[in-house]
């Protein structure tokens, strides 16, 4: 791949699990794909992480699933919430007659890599690591494909279709001007990790607070923690000093109470913006946004992952064939949108509704959250819990290959 300009069928902004997932998708079908990631590897943490039973059927389906099952992982049945009057549980995955009724923990770099390893099998695929997309080509209105910046060289990738899936902060998006909703949240997310010890909780450990929510994610041999704050308090909390979050750590989670101390300064503290947006169109001539870059979701229940998995999905089964015979338009692209509406806007006034009745309360409080009336009947009916599992694990519309 010499010189500044690469000719392919479709390019694709980003290697997040939609970009990674469609990519490999698009060239088991025989379709040349070249995706531009702007990180050298996939070494990034501070993300949820969590693959859902959905996608592990997917990758069943691919003939993937002893692959994945080979990576380091944590597979846990229930979602437990814990309150100062006690524990309740939220979900229970075992209810589901699924092939995989567990929530698993894996660090998405490993989902990725896997990715990127099946995908180099087929000629068609490329991988451009360390070249972020910085532009969008278009010629007389019709997106032609990107041009991307490497750490010394630029390269225009012209396609016959370019995809956006380079998350909320999608220079494709910004540069194409779609129209975007916003709704807000109540919320932001800082991330850090501590060790893990012998007899530690296991899985998921999620406890609430007088005006704070600790979420642990088991990784073995540490926790990887978020700390829920009221939205824009990042400031305030640095502000008011590394002894006095410990502390809150520790008031919280005390198992945690004699680590809080390893927590050494700021940097290992890192702040994710919660954003909760969707577009009201994803596509335009020559151009699609998909997973993050068409809608942001919110942390809660860790369902944008595999949301993104899903939407990769539908447009390599919609769009393969009007790839390779040419015949794309955006009536085709709109149907991606079309199958894709009902999970997306479905769950985002899920989020929505979660984040009004719950999560405002709880960052706002100043005193200890009451659990709300819906987890209380969870517990007097366990059955119940088999609802919010499938919401979360399955989704409204999984998809299938």
Not at 17 to 39: C, D, N, Q, T, Y
Not at 54 to 78: C, E, I, M, W, Y
Not at 325 to 330: H, I
Request: glycine content about 10%; overall charge positive.
């Amino acid at each position: 791949m010499s010189g500044d300009v690469v000719q392919t069928d479709v390019c694709i902004a980003g290697g997040g699990p939609a970009g990674m997932m469609l990519g490999m998708l698009l060239a088991r079908s025989g379709i040349r794909v070249v995706i531009a990631e702007k990180h050298g590897d996939f070494l990034r943490d501070f993300r949820g992480d969590t693959v859902h039973p959905s996608t592990l059927a997917l990758f069943d389906q691919l003939g993937l699933g002893s692959d994945l099952d080979a990576l380091p992982h944590r597979d846990v049945r229930t979602m437990t919430v814990t309150f100062a009057e006690g524990s309740f549980r939220l979900a229970d995955f075992g209810r589901l007659r699924v092939a995989h009724p567990v929530l698993r923990f894996m660090p998405q770099w490993h989902l990725l890599d896997l990715l990127a390893r099946v995908g180099a099998r087929y000629p068609g695929f490329s991988l451009l690591r360390s070249h972020e997309a910085v532009g969008v080509l278009s010629d007389r209105g019709v997106v032609t494909g990107l041009r991307v910046r490497g750490a010394d060289r630029e390269i225009d990738v012209r396609a016959y279709l370019t995809i956006g899936a380079d998350g909320r902060t999608s220079t494709v998006r910004e540069q194409v001007g779609l129209p975007v909703r916003e709704f807000g949240a109540p919320m932001d997310v800082l991330w850090f990790r501590l060790p893990r010890r012998q007899g530690d909780s296991e899985g998921l450990d999620m406890r609430v607070g007088a005006g704070r929510l600790v979420l642990g994610i088991d990784r073995g041999d540490y926790w990887q923690l978020a700390y829920v704050i009221g939205k824009g308090a990042d400031r305030v909390v640095r502000t008011a000093g590394l002894p006095a979050f410990r502390s809150s750590v520790a008031e919280v989670v005390p198992m945690l109470a004699e680590r809080v101390e390893l927590i050494a300064n700021w940097s290992e503290v890192k702040t994710l913006t919660v954003r909760l947006d969707r577009l009201t169109r994803w596509y335009a001539p020559g151009v699609l946004l998909i997973g993050d870059a068409a809608h942001a979701m919110s942390p809660i229940g860790g369902v944008g992952i595999n949301l993104a998995i899903q939407d990769a999905v539908a447009t390599a089964r919609i769009l393969a064939r009007p790839i390779r015979e040419r015949t794309l338009s955006t009536r085709v692209l709109a149907s991606v949108q079309a199958r894709r509406r009902l999970p997306t806007v479905g769950t985002q006034l899920v989020q929505a509704a979660i984040q009004t009745s719950f999560l405002r309360e709880v960052v706002a409080s100043h005193r200890p959250v009451a659990p709300p009336a819906a987890l209380r009947i969870l517990q007097r009916f366990p059955a119940l819990q088999a609802l919010p599992a499938r919401l979360i694990g399955i989704g409204l519309r999984p998809e299938h290959l």
